[in-house]
């Protein structure tokens, strides 16, 4: 059971707009930390997505963006390539478990 | 670009001690700007922050392991380790290092798939 909520799944065609949940509590998102996003190829190690207020690493295309309100944040995947096709798990900081994920959501390009 | 690299027995009995080294290249563990952390992910499952280590040696652990675990660093050989004690199938994970930056990690390892089996 993780401590942040993600959508097991979710699915979108090319060139359409998705978006990716992360619920959380007051004592991780709630209490104002950021929310960070990483992507999973499959077989590969996580890649940081999304850090500090809305950034990306260099590489990462501006299709990417993430949000956040009260206790949940979001992913926004614009313009939905084949290449997205990935596991998403999002991140924060929390009171008295320190670093959280959430469970992870499956990206489904149709 | 910093690079990272698990290593480490892959396949351990129950009741033996996980033992793990990542070792950084294209950086100085030295650093004073980055944690050193491990993370692990159960087989089909979300992933789970184990604990850091800064290149000082103070530590923390994530408290529903802190009674099995030490993290180690070494930076004369530019490396950090993960001692998990008494493994049980629950363990059984891919165990990945990372670097930590503010609050995120930006750097990962490529994973170190470890099994615990009898």
């Known amino acids: 059971q993780s401590v942040l909520t993600q959508p097991p799944s979710v699915s979108g065609a090319p060139g359409q707009r998705v978006t990716i949940s992360c619920t959380g509590t007051?004592?991780?998102?709630?209490?104002?930390?950021?929310v960070y996003w990483y992507q999973q190829l499959p077989g590969k190690a996580p890649k940081l997505l999304i850090y500090?207020?809305?950034k990306r690493p260099s590489g990462v295309p501006d299709r990417f963006s993430g949000s956040k309100s009260g206790t949940s944040a979001s992913l926004a995947i614009t313009g939905l390539q084949a290449e997205d096709e990935a596991d998403y798990y999002c991140?924060?900081?929390?009171?008295?478990?320190?670093?959280?994920f959430g469970g992870g959501t499956k990206l489904t390009v149709l | 670009q910093v690079q990272l690299r698990e290593s480490g027995p892959g396949l351990l009995k129950p009741s033996q001690t996980l033992s793990l080294t990542c070792t950084v290249s294209?950086?100085?563990?030295?650093?004073?700007?980055?944690?050193w952390s491990w993370i692990r992910q159960h087989p089909g499952k979300g992933l789970e922050w184990i604990g850091y280590?800064?290149?000082?040696?103070?530590?923390y652990y994530n408290p529903s392991l802190e009674s099995r675990l030490t993290i180690s660093v070494d930076t004369s050989a530019n490396r950090f380790s993960l001692k998990l004690r008494s493994v049980t199938a629950a363990d059984t994970a891919v165990y990945y290092c990372?670097?930590?930056?503010?609050?995120?990690?930006?750097?990962w390892g490529q994973g170190a798939l470890v099994t615990v089996s009898s």
């Open positions: 990372a670097r930590r930056y503010d609050s995120w990690f930006d750097s």
């Open positions: 991140q924060s900081h929390d009171n008295t478990l320190s670093w959280v």
């Open positions: 500090g207020k809305n």
């Open positions: 294209g950086g100085s563990i030295s650093s004073g700007a980055y944690y």
């Open positions: 280590i800064y290149y000082s040696g103070s530590t």
């Open positions: 007051s004592s991780n998102i709630g209490t104002g930390y950021d």
